[in-house]
């Protein structure tokens, strides 16, 4: 299983167009794609020198396979999304983790 983390920092200036964003059309879109099992959002909790708010969105996919497809087939068209709503009032990073186990 892999988690396809998305780290964002967005300003809070349009932070909570941001939130009902993400929680009411990416997230369900990202689902849509069919490449995720689950899609989990949690504010990070730490003071950024840059101000904002920093938030880490982690979709779960069975497979690197899975990841990939993704990232052919729908990344360029779901990332454009946010840089053409939120493009100078966001720093995103994304980070791909490989589950070894749960307990």
């Known amino acids: 299983m892999y988690i396809y983390n998305v780290t964002t920092n967005i300003d809070d200036l349009v932070h909570d167009k941001w939130i009902k964003w993400m929680q009411e059309e990416h997230i369900p879109a990202m689902m ?8 989990k959002m949690c504010r990070v909790l730490v003071t950024e020198e840059m101000g904002g708010k920093t938030y ?3 979709y779960t996919a069975a497979s690197k396979e899975m990841l990939e497809l993704y990232y052919k087939e ?5 990332r454009q999304e946010g840089l053409k709503l939120f493009a ?3 720093i995103a990073f994304r980070t791909e983790l490989e589950v ?3 307990q």
Do not use: C, H, N, Y
Not at 32 to 39: D, Q, R, Y
Not at 74 to 78: I, K, M, S, T, Y
């Open 32 to 39: 849509a794609t069919g490449k995720f099992s689950a899609a």
């Open 100 to 102: 070894i186990s749960e």
């Open 88 to 90: 100078d009032k966001m």
């Open 56 to 58: 880490s969105v982690q």
């Open 74 to 78: 729908d990344a360029p068209r779901l």
